[in-house]
């Protein structure tokens, strides 16, 4: 038999004052307690935790193995505060969007407590939006916590003009196999949307609810995630009467080690006496390089007679092959999208249908994507 020794254990953790203070608003974060069994693994789980709370410009945390005495490790930890503003700006394009412009304004450390800010506004021809989160820490900065969201939107294109108000909180909570976002939203919409107009204020208690869980990287091998949006409102104490539902599942697979498999389907529904009234931003439309490819951006929905009503329903799924193509890190796609959105399933509705043919290349920094779809219809 091998005799390994006697297992390490944790020991003091050094950090100076500085290092002390900083670390206050991510002390539950804290898992190498002094006394407990040596493992790696665990070092490694501090520092991604740290790293996702966003307070840290840089973390350090080493186990002292040269150090170590009667079996016991310290653990050297060291980190660097974010600055106290982080500005950032982008510019770029999409098929959907046309041309855009974002900025953003980051608060990532206000206080002890691990309050943090974040604002955003982005702008192009036909959607502009500007929002703000103010972020509160319960336990776990990654895994309970508080937010306060509110943002403006315009949307003007197709058969949609709208102006959208909107003011929530939120609370989230992380089992580590389910994410919960608990939230109470307060939204109001000016609208005109084909040959109707109108507005309205809601109050909607809503779930999301997700889970995901992947091989890991920009070119993941293998993994699925599941969400549930539900979102309702009452007349009892606002304008309407209605529940919003809205499912996605996708799911990933590798045949062989240079394919990629992909599956998504999507399912929505608006039930209630309200559920053909409700405002724009809660209708279903499809189309789009997110939705329906071959077809423009949420462009088709049921009509009215001065054009796009948006549905009640929406049912949408994707297959797509990836396999390589002889270019070092690139891939060829075929895909076939299929979906629709309508107000009945009555047989009258239509099955749309977009096939196509893309180019994938995976790079350090993320997935280069070009699709070029053909839409059809299918009766």
């Known amino acids: 038999m091998y005799d ?3 297992r390490y254990r944790y020991g003091q953790m050094l950090a100076d004052d500085e290092t002390r203070q900083l670390l206050l608003p991510a002390a539950s974060l804290y898992n190498l307690y002094e006394g407990h069994e040596f493992a790696s693994e665990e070092v490694s789980s501090y520092i991604a935790s740290l790293n996702q709370t966003g307070y840290y410009r840089s973390v350090d945390v080493r186990a002292r193995v040269e150090d170590r005495k009667d079996g016991k490790v310290p653990v050297s930890v060291s980190v660097e505060r974010q ?3 982080l500005m950032k700006l982008g510019v770029g394009y999409s098929t959907d969007e046309g041309p855009r412009v ?3 304004w980051d608060k990532p450390y206000l206080n002890e407590q691990g309050h943090s800010f974040t604002s955003s506004m982005r702008l192009s021809a ?5 929002q703000i989160i103010y972020k509160i ?4 900065p990654n895994l309970d916590y508080y937010y306060i969201r509110l943002a403006q939107i315009h949307t003007d294109f197709n058969d949609t003009l709208s102006d959208l108000s909107h003011a929530s909180f939120h609370y989230v909570s992380d089992t580590g196999m389910w994410r919960f976002d608990w939230s109470l939203r307060l939204e109001y919409e000016d609208y005109t949307q084909g040959s109707e107009k109108g507005y309205k204020l809601n109050l909607m208690p809503a779930l999301l609810l997700s889970h995901r869980q992947t091989s890991g990287g920009f070119d993941p091998h293998y993994g699925y995630s599941v969400s549930f949006d539900i979102t309702g409102a009452s007349e009892a104490i606002t304008d309407q009467d209605f529940i919003r539902l809205l499912a996605t599942w996708k799911f990933l697979l590798s045949p062989t080690p240079d394919t990629r498999l992909l599956v998504r389907l999507q399912q929505g529904a608006l039930i209630g006496p309200d559920s053909l009234k409700v405002p724009p931003s809660l209708r279903f439309f499809v189309g789009g390089d997110q939705s329906l490819r071959g ?3 949420l462009n088709e929905a049921p009509h009215n007679s001065g054009g796009l009503k ?3 329903y929406l049912s949408t799924g994707t297959v797509e092959y990836q396999f390589p193509c002889g270019i070092a890190d690139s891939r060829v796609a075929l895909f076939l999208d299929a ?4 107000d009945e399933y009555d047989g009258s509705e239509q099955l749309l249908l977009g096939p196509g043919i893309g180019f994938r290349y995976i790079s350090k920094y993320g997935t280069v994507k070009v699709d070029l779809a053909y839409g059809m219809q299918h009766d």
Do not use: L
Not at 126 to 130: F, K
Not at 339 to 342: L, N, T
């Open 339 to 342: 979906g629709m959105s309508c």
């Open 295 to 297: 077809y423009s951006y």
């Open 83 to 85: 600055p106290n503003n």
């Open 4 to 6: 390994t020794g006697v």
């Open 102 to 104: 974002m900025f953003g």
């Open 126 to 130: 036909i959607r502009q939006d500007a």
């Open 310 to 312: 948006g549905g009640r």
């Open 137 to 140: 820490p319960r336990d776990n």
